[in-house]
């Protein structure tokens, strides 16, 4: 059962599109963190949160935007989607502990 | 954030079979993770370690700690067909910090 929600799981979106990739999790962590992967790839970090109205911009430069408004709400924005962001991005959250964190099942996202 | 170097990229090996894989980093690390991704998934981790030397066991796997806190192992003993994935090292600091995996398969 998991208690880290990403939707949606797959999206295939045209050039120019505005689209949100929705992260929510009920176990009242208040870090979480935004990975972009391409398959078989490593995880980089390209957005994190230690609460919420705390954002900061991740190791990977990254032409998405995020918010944290409420605790157990962390989405992603591309204002205008490319084919260069075609990849699958990673939601997780964390209690604090370097052992505590929890990924969600990604979005995988197409742009064309 | 700082590079870690995993090894080998990739293991083609037969149900059994012991495997093992290392991290290097450049950096130290006071925390070592190992995780696994299946396909269509988000990582889940497999064992943590938190001191220099300190060796690990979960069931059919066993990971190392390295002393200089800039390295770390995962040995997986007989190997089964659903071990099949990528396994990933990773460093903690202000978020997890992975390797590039090290994709395994496994043939019956």
């Known amino acids: 059962e998991a208690d880290i929600y990403q939707t949606p799981r797959y999206l295939v979106i045209g050039t120019g599109k505005k689209i949100t990739l929705e992260c929510s999790q009920t176990m009242g962590h208040d870090k979480m963190y935004w990975y972009q992967q391409d398959p078989g790839m490593e995880l980089h970090l390209i957005h994190y949160?230690?609460?919420?109205?705390?954002?900061e911009k991740g190791d990977l430069s990254s032409e998405s935007t995020v918010s944290r408004i409420r605790t157990e709400h962390f989405p992603l924005t591309l204002e205008s989607a490319r084919p260069s962001h075609t990849s699958q991005y990673l939601c997780?959250?964390?209690?604090?502990?370097?052992?505590?964190?929890?990924f969600g099942s990604g979005t995988r996202l197409t742009v064309v | 954030g700082q590079q870690l170097n995993q090894s080998p990229q990739s293991m083609f090996i037969q149900e059994g079979e012991d495997v093992s894989m290392n991290c290097t980093s450049s950096?130290?690390?006071?925390?070592w993770l190992w995780y696994k991704q299946e396909p269509g998934e988000g990582p889940v981790l497999l064992i943590a370690?938190?001191?220099?030397?300190e060796l690990t066991s979960n069931g059919r796997l066993t990971a190392q700690f390295g002393i200089t806190r800039k390295d770390s192992f995962l040995n997986i003993s007989a190997s089964i067909p659903s071990d099949v994935g990528i396994y990933f090292c990773a460093g903690s600091g202000y978020a997890l910090n992975f390797g590039k995996g090290t994709s395994l398969l496994v043939t019956p």
């Open positions: 997780a959250s964390s209690d604090g502990r370097a052992d505590g964190y929890t």
């Open positions: 949160s230690y609460g919420v109205n705390s954002t």
């Open positions: 370690l938190y001191k220099a030397g």
């Open positions: 950096s130290i690390f006071n925390t």
